[in-house]
């Protein structure tokens, strides 16, 4: 898997945008580009991934530049329980391939 | 999304016994289920792959006989830490994809928590 790279952190003002980038120039053509989170004590979340084409959910927005050589995770309001660990990950996708995490970015939204 | 399930949350042995932690799809079947180790502030660790019907494979580093991985179903894997000792106390947790589409995604348990006195 094509190795990332993230800010260690970030802080974001309650009910701003938050912008989380990454950076993934190895990544190769057949890799999406997928982001967790991870609430402290918690389990990792799965947030959206992608291939080429921007993406967007009920959570965030998955913006990967044209060379997919990095990306932004944008949470539109962020609210203080959007406070985690955040990891950039690419990855083959499926139930058989394994997902190796980085360090992530820890986004802490402030009252 | 999916829903995978972990048993106990939390769990607190003395050092020397060994402690079952068992990973449950809820809504899907799993032929694929993966176990990590999170230490505190640092990142997941994959530890192992656990395949239904077949036996696991296990990171570099990771002692298989310390372990032990089983998973008997397509819906149930479960890590036994034998002879647990304090530097086993950690956050583990698994996860399980939902099929073998590569559009597809895995989803996590909630994580158990292990101390070992």
């Known amino acids: 898997d094509a190795k990332t790279t993230q800010p260690t952190s970030m802080d974001c003002a309650e009910g701003r945008a938050a912008n989380l980038p990454c950076n993934h120039s190895?990544?190769?053509?057949?890799?999406?580009v997928y982001w967790y989170r991870q609430i402290h004590s918690q389990g990792p979340q799965y947030i959206i991934h992608g291939l080429k084409n921007n993406e967007t959910n009920e959570m965030a927005s998955l913006i990967i530049t044209e060379d997919r050589k990095s990306s932004t995770l944008i949470l539109p309001h962020a609210t203080l329980r959007d406070t985690a660990v955040y990891y950039c990950?690419?990855?083959?996708?499926?139930?058989?391939?394994?997902?190796?995490f980085g360090t992530g970015t820890l986004l802490a939204v402030q009252p | 999304g999916a829903v995978v399930s972990q048993h106990p949350s939390w769990v607190i042995c003395k050092s020397g016994t060994s402690v079952k932690i068992e990973c449950r799809s809820l809504d899907f079947q799993a032929t694929t289920m993966f176990w990590y180790r999170q230490f505190p502030k640092q990142s997941l660790m994959l530890m192992a792959t656990s395949n239904e019907g077949s036996k696991a494979t296990y990171e570099q580093g990771v002692e298989k006989d310390k372990f032990l991985i089983n998973h008997a179903s397509l819906t149930l894997s479960t890590l036994t830490v034998t002879s647990a000792h304090p530097e086993d106390s950690s956050f583990y947790i698994c996860?399980?994809?939902?099929?073998?589409?590569?559009?597809?995604?895995?989803?996590f348990g909630p994580g158990t928590r292990l101390t070992v006195l």
């Open positions: 190895t990544i190769s053509g057949n890799e999406y």
């Open positions: 990950i690419a990855f083959y996708g499926g139930a058989t391939n394994k997902l190796i």
């Open positions: 996860s399980a994809g939902t099929s073998g589409s590569s559009t597809d995604t895995q989803y």
